[in-house]
């Protein structure tokens, strides 16, 4: 049994008030109890996770899990600070470790050296001719051969007397987690704001556990950030990005659809953690004042804002005092961030959106520009003008499409058309919505808009399909066909599967209960007289 102080004993308090039981094991500690006031008693133990990647061999792990060390901290100290000495509390460890390590290596070098000098020297004076001299030197190579592999086995080993002289503390986050009565870790300490005397499960003398990961403080979220990096130069790029940053990349080669399926110059570059009650300008301000970040926005404002779909940019964040919730920015929601040499004003009705030119009679689409549409409301009507002006076609002839990259497919914005059932005068039965921001149309930023030309296309047999389209179709059917192989489609069965049972009899056995039918007959019989003199029916 491990035994762990839990109790902190006052003078003159009666010791069965404080929890002292017949048999309890106590413990005598050095110093007063001025501490406890103002600090609490802690003691920090490896977790699991973090001593399977300390350790040197497997019989290590439980002996560093085993392994305590004691401090104070004040109440007032919050996790995060705890967190932090914890850290270097292992760290100073790991350094006086390292320390030992190098000078006993120093004084095995010494040795080692001393003893080759004495071994060749004995070799030498034994042999004594000239003739052995060839055989006393093969002898002086296996033994120097010996002393350097003794050498490297004892230096192997006493470099890590310890899973802590290895450990790189800034390699990895950190996180605290409580513990139950048999030392095990429970559940981590997620608020990082908190002062220590006020989180559940640390009082004084508790043992805390130091592991590794980063854990996301409650009533929080955490958002990734992908810098896109398409106004810098190889050089900038180079300098700008960390090393272990994430490159966006659908894996299409074709330099054409590279601009109409993906924005090739997104990175991912860091997270933040963020309240998700925090508005719009608030997040700004937390991105702005990023270490990484630093020069590279001239202020606040000076930054695009978007959300990521795919491997795309889609919505422009524009309204400053929504909150991240009603912006619909949860946990580990993407992020793409564009810096900017002005600032944008961009409006609910704006449009930002990706237009190409379509070829029914070879197949291909060219990416023209990236343009801005922006009209309150946003009609159908003047979206096809405005096209028709960015392309220079006639506004009759322009036929145009939307693509949804996801699905390999393209949906083809027709005129509004009124019902046949609509009634005018009556609210929302059947009016035909003109708007492109609703349904049927559902434009938004960063959609890719194709135009062409229908007196090319007469009979409307193009489809303005990709090559990458198929890709992407041919992966959606393997996948569903290998679902319904599977038995978890809505068609098709599974072989093997156990059929329907076959319906049985049910039978239920009534107990005779020996009844006297006389009795029976005679009270109906009395029965139907009361009602026929009443008038009345039961």
């Known amino acids: 049994y491990t035994y762990t102080c839990t109790y902190t004993l006052t003078p003159c308090v009666i010791m069965k008030d404080v929890g002292v039981n017949n048999g309890d094991v106590l413990y005598v500690e050095e110093s007063d109890l001025s501490f406890v006031t103002n600090q609490l008693a802690l003691r920090l133990c490896v977790g699991p996770k973090l001593a399977a990647k300390l350790a040197t061999s497997s019989g290590e792990v439980l002996q560093l899990m085993k392994d305590q060390w004691e401090f104070f901290a004040d109440k007032s100290t919050t996790v995060t600070e705890l967190t932090k000495l914890c850290v270097s509390k292992l760290r100073s460890l790991r350094e006086t470790q390292l320390s030992v390590c190098g000078q006993s290596k120093v004084e095995r070098e010494d040795e080692t050296n001393s003893s080759s000098l004495a071994i060749v020297a004995s070799e030498i004076k034994e042999q004594g001719e000239a003739d052995d001299e060839e055989m006393g030197n093969d002898q002086k190579k296996k033994s120097d051969s010996n002393i350097k592999e003794e050498e490297s086995k004892e230096e192997g080993s006493a470099s890590h007397p310890d899973g802590l002289s290895v450990l790189d503390f800034s390699s990895f986050p950190f996180h605290l987690c409580t513990t139950n009565s048999f030392g095990e870790c429970d559940s981590p300490i997620d608020t990082l704001s908190t002062k220590i005397s006020d989180v559940t499960g640390v009082s004084n003398n508790s043992t805390i556990a130091l592991e590794e990961g980063k854990v996301i403080e409650k009533g929080t979220i955490r958002l990734s950030l992908w810098l896109n990096t398409v106004n810098m130069t190889e050089q900038q790029r180079g300098q700008m990005l960390p090393p272990n940053s994430v490159h966006s990349d659908a894996g299409v080669d074709d330099p054409t659809e590279q601009l109409l399926v993906e924005d090739t110059f997104l990175y991912k570059v860091t997270e933040i953690v963020i309240d998700p009650k925090s508005k719009l300008k608030d997040l700004r301000l937390k991105i702005f004042s990023l270490p990484l970040f630093k020069d590279l926005f001239l ?230 007289t009361k009602v026929s003199s009443d008038g009345q029916q039961s």
């Open 299 to 528: 202020s606040p404002k000076h930054m695009r804002l978007r959300e990521k779909r795919g491997y795309k940019e889609g919505k422009i964040f524009s309204n400053e005092n929504k909150t991240l919730k009603k912006l619909k920015l949860f946990n580990n929601s993407p992020l793409c961030v564009l810096p900017l040499e002005h600032e944008e004003i961009h409006t609910e009705n704006s449009f930002l959106l990706k237009v190409c030119i379509r070829d029914p009679l070879s197949g291909a689409t060219h990416f023209l520009k990236e343009v801005v549409f922006e009209h309150d409301p946003p009609k159908y009507d003047l979206f096809v003008s405005f096209l028709a002006e960015v392309t220079e076609m006639e506004k009759q002839h322009i036929v145009c499409a939307k693509h949804s990259p996801n699905k390999g497919e393209w949906s083809v914005l027709k005129p509004p058309t009124t019902p046949k059932n609509f009634k005018k005068g009556k609210k929302g039965k059947g009016k035909p919505n003109d708007n492109i921001k609703f349904s049927p149309y559902f434009v938004s930023d960063g959609d890719v808009i194709a135009v062409k030309d229908k007196t090319l296309d007469p009979k409307g047999e193009d489809s303005f399909l990709l090559p990458y389209d198929f890709g992407v179709r041919q992966t959606i059917m393997d996948s569903n066909t290998k679902r319904i192989d599977n038995g978890s489609g809505k068609k098709g069965k599974k072989e093997g599967a156990s059929k329907r049972r076959v319906e049985a009899e049910l039978k239920i056995s009534v107990p005779n209960y020996h009844i006297d039918q006389t009795t029976v007959v005679e009270a109906e019989e009395e029965t139907d």
